[in-house]
Protein backbone atom coordinates (compact mmCIF):
# COMPACT_ATOMS: atom_id res chain seq x y z
CA UNK A 1 0.00 0.00 0.00
CA UNK A 2 1.33 3.16 -1.31
CA UNK A 3 -0.67 5.52 1.43
CA UNK A 4 -0.71 4.21 5.64
CA UNK A 5 -3.17 7.05 6.21
CA UNK A 6 -4.80 9.47 5.29
CA UNK A 7 -6.49 12.06 7.86
CA UNK A 8 -8.68 14.88 7.15
CA UNK A 9 -9.27 18.51 9.24
CA UNK A 10 -11.82 21.22 9.36
CA UNK A 11 -11.85 23.36 11.53
CA UNK A 12 -14.03 25.84 9.84
CA UNK A 13 -16.99 25.93 12.08
CA UNK A 14 -18.63 29.32 13.10
CA UNK A 15 -15.52 31.20 10.66
CA UNK A 16 -16.26 33.52 7.38
CA UNK A 17 -14.30 31.05 5.78
CA UNK A 18 -13.68 27.55 5.80
CA UNK A 19 -10.28 26.15 7.04
CA UNK A 20 -9.88 22.30 6.54
CA UNK A 21 -6.68 19.65 5.48
CA UNK A 22 -5.43 16.79 4.91
CA UNK A 23 -2.57 14.87 6.16
CA UNK A 24 -0.92 11.85 4.08
CA UNK A 25 1.46 9.17 5.22
CA UNK A 26 3.25 6.70 3.52
CA UNK A 27 6.90 5.20 3.26
CA UNK A 28 9.22 7.86 1.73
CA UNK A 29 10.11 6.58 -1.90
CA UNK A 30 10.20 8.89 -5.11
CA UNK A 31 6.91 6.53 -6.36
CA UNK A 32 5.43 7.50 -3.04
CA UNK A 33 6.36 11.17 -3.72
CA UNK A 34 5.12 11.57 -6.78
CA UNK A 35 1.30 9.87 -5.64
CA UNK A 36 1.40 12.37 -2.95
CA UNK A 37 2.37 15.50 -4.99
CA UNK A 38 -0.36 14.79 -7.03
CA UNK A 39 -2.70 14.44 -4.65
CA UNK A 40 -2.11 17.35 -3.02
CA UNK A 41 -1.96 18.72 -6.66
CA UNK A 42 -5.55 17.57 -6.37
CA UNK A 43 -6.59 19.14 -3.03
CA UNK A 44 -5.07 22.94 -4.50
CA UNK A 45 -7.05 22.26 -7.74
CA UNK A 46 -10.77 21.85 -5.47
CA UNK A 47 -10.07 24.92 -3.80
CA UNK A 48 -10.64 28.24 -5.12
CA UNK A 49 -7.10 28.98 -5.50
CA UNK A 50 -5.91 29.97 -9.00
CA UNK A 51 -6.14 26.75 -11.36
CA UNK A 52 -3.18 26.97 -13.53
CA UNK A 53 -1.00 27.09 -10.04
CA UNK A 54 -1.92 23.52 -8.75
CA UNK A 55 1.20 22.05 -11.69
CA UNK A 56 3.42 24.57 -9.98
CA UNK A 57 2.44 23.41 -6.27
CA UNK A 58 2.67 19.88 -7.40
CA UNK A 59 6.48 20.53 -8.07
CA UNK A 60 7.27 22.41 -5.07
CA UNK A 61 5.83 19.56 -3.05
CA UNK A 62 7.53 16.80 -5.10
CA UNK A 63 11.02 18.78 -5.44
CA UNK A 64 11.29 18.58 -1.09
CA UNK A 65 9.49 14.94 -0.94
CA UNK A 66 12.25 13.78 -3.28
CA UNK A 67 14.75 15.48 -1.15
CA UNK A 68 13.52 14.08 1.72
CA UNK A 69 14.09 10.80 -0.11
CA UNK A 70 17.56 11.40 -1.02
CA UNK A 71 18.82 13.25 1.94
CA UNK A 72 16.78 12.50 4.97
CA UNK A 73 16.99 8.89 4.17
CA UNK A 74 19.88 8.62 1.73
CA UNK A 75 17.56 6.28 -0.41
CA UNK A 76 17.17 3.97 1.84
CA UNK A 77 13.98 2.40 2.31
CA UNK A 78 11.97 2.01 5.77
CA UNK A 79 11.71 5.88 6.20
CA UNK A 80 8.22 7.30 6.72
CA UNK A 81 7.13 10.42 5.33
CA UNK A 82 3.92 12.69 5.89
CA UNK A 83 2.50 15.71 3.80
CA UNK A 84 0.26 17.59 6.12
CA UNK A 85 -1.54 20.22 3.66
CA UNK A 86 -4.08 22.98 5.16
CA UNK A 87 -6.28 25.32 3.10
CA UNK A 88 -6.64 28.11 5.09
CA UNK A 89 -8.53 31.54 4.52
CA UNK A 90 -5.55 33.17 3.42
CA UNK A 91 -3.91 30.36 0.92
CA UNK A 92 -2.54 27.20 1.49
CA UNK A 93 0.18 25.85 4.31
CA UNK A 94 2.03 23.21 2.78
CA UNK A 95 4.60 20.70 5.62
CA UNK A 96 6.80 17.62 5.14
CA UNK A 97 7.42 16.10 8.14
CA UNK A 98 10.36 13.06 8.18
CA UNK A 99 12.29 11.12 10.90
CA UNK A 100 15.33 11.20 9.15
CA UNK A 101 18.79 13.14 9.25
CA UNK A 102 18.47 16.01 9.80
CA UNK A 103 18.99 18.82 7.34
CA UNK A 104 22.45 20.26 7.59
CA UNK A 105 23.76 24.21 8.26
CA UNK A 106 24.59 25.09 4.98
CA UNK A 107 21.26 24.06 3.35
CA UNK A 108 18.90 25.57 6.27
CA UNK A 109 21.32 28.79 5.53
CA UNK A 110 19.95 28.22 1.20
CA UNK A 111 15.73 27.72 2.67
CA UNK A 112 16.28 30.81 4.47
CA UNK A 113 18.36 32.41 1.09
CA UNK A 114 17.65 30.24 -1.80
CA UNK A 115 18.82 31.09 -4.86
CA UNK A 116 17.63 29.49 -8.30
CA UNK A 117 20.96 29.68 -10.71
CA UNK A 118 19.87 30.87 -14.29
CA UNK A 119 20.13 28.83 -16.90
CA UNK A 120 23.07 30.19 -19.18
CA UNK A 121 23.78 28.12 -22.52
CA UNK A 122 27.16 28.84 -23.27
CA UNK A 123 28.34 28.21 -19.28
CA UNK A 124 27.98 24.16 -18.69
CA UNK A 125 28.04 24.98 -15.20
CA UNK A 126 25.10 26.61 -14.77
CA UNK A 127 23.06 23.21 -16.36
CA UNK A 128 22.88 21.51 -13.26
CA UNK A 129 20.32 18.68 -13.18
CA UNK A 130 20.44 18.59 -9.01
CA UNK A 131 20.72 20.94 -5.98
CA UNK A 132 17.93 23.48 -7.88
CA UNK A 133 14.79 22.51 -5.78
CA UNK A 134 15.12 24.92 -2.89
CA UNK A 135 15.16 27.61 -5.84
CA UNK A 136 12.33 26.08 -7.53
CA UNK A 137 10.54 26.01 -3.95
CA UNK A 138 11.31 29.78 -3.23
CA UNK A 139 10.16 30.72 -7.11
CA UNK A 140 6.64 29.00 -6.65
CA UNK A 141 5.66 29.59 -2.85
CA UNK A 142 5.95 32.48 -0.63
CA UNK A 143 7.58 31.22 1.86
CA UNK A 144 9.66 28.08 2.82
CA UNK A 145 11.04 27.25 6.21
CA UNK A 146 13.42 24.28 7.89
CA UNK A 147 12.96 23.33 11.30
CA UNK A 148 14.19 20.18 13.72
CA UNK A 149 11.79 19.14 16.63
CA UNK A 150 11.57 15.95 18.76
CA UNK A 151 13.73 14.01 16.59
CA UNK A 152 11.78 14.68 13.40
CA UNK A 153 12.32 17.28 9.95
CA UNK A 154 9.54 19.64 9.39
CA UNK A 155 9.33 21.54 6.26
CA UNK A 156 7.00 24.37 5.65
CA UNK A 157 5.77 26.07 2.67
CA UNK A 158 2.91 28.28 2.04
CA UNK A 159 1.39 30.17 -0.82
CA UNK A 160 -1.23 33.05 -0.22
CA UNK A 161 -4.12 34.04 -2.64
Known sequence: MWCDSVRLSNSGIGRGAMDCGITLSGPASYEVVALMAKSISAMYLLSALPEEEASMIELAVAEIGNNVVEHAYQDKPGGQ?????????????????????????EQIDKVKNPQLVELDLDDPSTWLTSGR????????????????????????????V
Open 81 to 105: LEIRYQQLATGIEITLVDSGIPMPE
Open 133 to 160: GLGIVDQVMDTQSYERLDERNYFRMTKS
